[in-house]
Nanobody, 126 residues
Framework: QVQLVESGGGFVQTGGSLKLSCAAS????????MGWYRQAPGKEREFVAS????????YYADSVKGRFTIARDNAKNTEYLEMHSLKPEDTAVYYC???????????????????WGPGTQVTVSS
């Protein structure tokens, strides 16, 4: 059974840093794209970052460029999101997503072979 589990969320002050992890189990995702999305209260889920299967290409939402870095370790079936210079508007539930295909925008195409984690809360105080 495929399972994605995020960790590393928490409460941080403005300007602080957090590192999220998403560990996958049940199968290898070494040939899949991996990414992060987030959903703030009252808002739609939005794309944050993604990385292709071998880590050679990464994509970011404009709102996080220069502050967030996505990485992956295929040997551990895990992806990461390092977040720096956090702002109150970064407050959201962060979800990892795994899928076969990346769109030109960097978003992971949703299909039957797409998986989501349950999410981890990130709260940035002002």
């Amino acid at each position: 059974q495929v399972q994605l589990v995020e960790s590393g969320g928490g409460f941080v002050q403005t300007g602080g840093s957090l590192k999220l992890s998403c560990a996958a189990s049940g199968r290898s995702f070494s040939t899949y794209a991996m990414g992060w999305y987030r959903q703030a209260p009252g808002k739609e889920r939005e794309f944050v970052a993604s990385i292709n299967w071998n880590g050679a290409a990464s994509y970011y939402a404009d709102s996080v460029k220069g502050r967030f870095t996505i990485a992956r370790d295929n040997a551990k079936n895990t992806e990461y999101l390092e977040m720096h210079s956090l702002k109150p508007e970064d407050t959201a539930v962060y979800y990892c997503k795994v899928g076969r295909f990346l769109r030109p925008s960097g978003e992971i195409s949703s299909s039957m072979d797409t998986y989501w984690g349950p999410g981890t809360q990130v709260t940035v105080s002002s």
